[in-house]
T-cell receptor, first 115, second 117 residues
């Protein structure tokens, strides 16, 4: 079974600084997706960024970028120029791209942004 | 609607009671998922529908939990004889397709917070 591990329960960053959230995963598959979701106090999961495993180029969405290391099964999220609105729970998730499989989530990292 | 809608937003019930939680997915999305999120944890998969049928219910913890999606759109998660350990946020998500070929992205609702006293 696939597993996703987030080893940092909590992180903090100064406003305007950069922070990196770690994620590792375990799978025997080669074709899959990886995601970072943000969950603010409203509870709704919001997609931050997505990476297809077959793509070597790291995904980037404005201030958010990933460092995808397929061989090491590592998928870290970098947030640049951190803003107060970035404060939330961040979840790393995996999904096999074959058949009908659900997202598998890590336990999350709580990010605090200090003004 | 524009997004995934879940009702009720909050539900408080007594131990032993029956509860129904409703999910209205994004129009046109064929795949629908239920997750349970306990305090301080990541979401845990419960059940997945492709159309009207449950394609994977391996995450349902026991036979007190049941879900339906009779017309392939709205889904209801049903919990019988509720226990205090069932207290959690129940998240619903939908996607265009549950199989390969899509973007893989799930769109989530705001969840239903269930508290069992």
């Amino acid at each position: 079974a696939q597993t996703v591990t987030q080893s940092q329960p909590e992180m903090s960053v100064q406003e305007a600084e950069t922070v990196t959230l770690s994620c590792t995963y375990d799978t025997s598959e080669s074709d899959y997706y990886l995601f970072w979701y943000k969950q603010p106090p409203s509870r709704q999961m919001i997609l931050v960024i997505r990476q297809e495993a077959y793509k070597q180029q790291n995904a980037t969405e404005n201030r958010f970028s990933v460092n995808f290391q397929k061989a090491a099964k590592s998928f870290s999220l970098k947030i640049s120029d951190s803003q107060l609105g970035d404060a939330a729970m961040y979840f790393c998730a995996y999904r096999h791209n074959k058949g009908n499989t659900p997202l598998v989530f890590g336990k999350g990292t709580r990010l605090s942004v200090i003004a | 609607g524009a997004g995934v809608s879940q009702t009720p937003s909050n539900k408080v019930t007594e131990k032993g009671k029956y509860v129904e939680l409703r999910c209205d997915p994004i129009s046109g999305h064929t795949a629908l998922y239920w997750y349970r999120q306990s305090l301080g944890q990541g979401p845990e998969f419960l059940i997945y529908f492709q159309g009207t049928g449950a394609a994977d219910d391996s995450g349902l913890p026991n036979d007190r939990f049941f879900a339906v999606r009779p017309e392939g759109s709205v889904s209801t998660l049903k919990i019988q004889r509720t226990e205090r350990g069932d207290s959690a946020v129940y998240l619903c998500a939908s996607s265009l397709t549950g199989g390969s070929g899509g973007t893989g992205e799930l769109f989530f609702g705001e969840g239903s917070r269930l508290t069992v006293l």
